[in-house]
């Protein structure tokens, strides 16, 4: 019997500088699959009627991203619980009875990319710092929590962003101001920049280390560059780091086999594939 033709990709605005067309194609071509994983540029008012297509194209799914993950979880049939409580969904995947599921893998991908980095990482090691309150830092700081974390410290540049996601988390996760952000690194054994400073474009996070533990993990969600300023001051100081490519790598595993039918590894031949484009 012939193999199916499966067909996914990625849909946001603006989409062209998205990796995962590479990281997917190239799972395809390792594992001799029929497939492609394709870049849908999709507009804010347009990713409803492009929803609904998933179903009409035969499609086996698809990754939502910036600006979707929100309004793309109210067209899902079922919200899996976990994307439900990081109030956005990053993968949807069409059941052969056509039903829509939308599913959350950052967090998973957040975690394991630091379980690849470091073996015998631990939640419950000691207190984790995590900058920023938006999209990122809902799915790092459940899925911390979900591994043991009892202590977040969560520091927003707009507080009240902080506070409200503190008090939807629990006593775990404590907000504090932005200019306390230097101080709020005393201690900890995990510092996560979930905000968008020391990306491509934007300017460099501000943040002093002088507090920061020589024993901490320094993690950042940006990909693009992949050592921030941040990232490239903590390693000069001795730190160990993460960068964000580890987070995208693996929040792809799950939605490959949804799609695809195989959990895929992330191989020495992807990396070198991802760091080609850079
Ligand atoms: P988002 O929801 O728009 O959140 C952006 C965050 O950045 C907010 O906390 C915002 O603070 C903060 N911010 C913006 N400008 C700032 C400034 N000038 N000073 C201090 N803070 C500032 O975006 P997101 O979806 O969470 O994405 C955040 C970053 O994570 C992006 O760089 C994205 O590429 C990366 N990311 C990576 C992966 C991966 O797989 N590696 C996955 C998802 C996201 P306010 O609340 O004050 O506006």
Not at 37 to 48: A, C, H, K, M, N
Not at 57 to 81: E, F, Q, R, S, Y
Not at 170 to 190: K, M, T
Not at 245 to 260: D, E, S
Request: a neutral charge.
């Amino acid at each position: 019997m012939a193999h199916k033709y499966v067909m996914a990709g990625v849909m946001g605005w603006p989409v062209t500088h998205s990796r995962s067309p590479i990281i997917h194609n190239h799972w395809i071509r390792q594992h001799g699959l029929q497939g492609a994983y394709g870049l849908f540029p999709v507009q804010p008012d347009r990713i409803e009627d492009a929803i609904r297509g998933l179903r009409a194209l035969g499609m086996a799914g698809c990754n939502v991203t910036i600006p979707h993950k929100v309004n793309a979880m109210k067209m899902m049939d079922v919200v899996d619980p976990l994307a439900r409580r990081m109030g956005a969904i990053n993968t949807i995947v069409v059941t052969p009875e056509g039903a829509l599921h939308g599913f959350n893998n950052d967090g998973f991908g957040y975690i394991q990319s630091l379980r690849d980095a470091k073996p015998d990482w631990r939640a419950d090691a000691g207190p984790a710092t995590v900058l920023g309150a938006g999209g990122a830092a809902r799915a790092v700081v459940l899925s911390l929590l979900d591994q043991g974390a009892t202590e977040i410290r969560l520091v927003n540049r707009t507080k009240s962003k902080a506070q409200a996601l503190c008090d939807e988390f629990g006593a775990g996760v404590q907000a504090f101001d932005w200019s306390e952000r230097h101080e709020a690194l005393n201690g900890i054994a995990l510092l996560v920049n979930t905000t968008n400073q020391g990306m491509h474009g934007e300017p460099e996070l501000e943040l002093q280390l002088n507090q920061l533990p020589l024993t901490a993990l320094v993690s950042d969600a940006i990909y693009i560059p992949l050592e921030t300023a941040l990232l490239r001051h903590a390693r000069l100081r001795g730190n160990a780091t993460v960068n964000g490519l580890g987070m995208l790598l693996n929040q792809a595993r799950p939605a490959f086999q949804a799609w695809f039918g195989v959990m895929p590894d992330i191989t020495p031949a992807l990396h070198q594939a991802i760091m080609a484009t850079f």
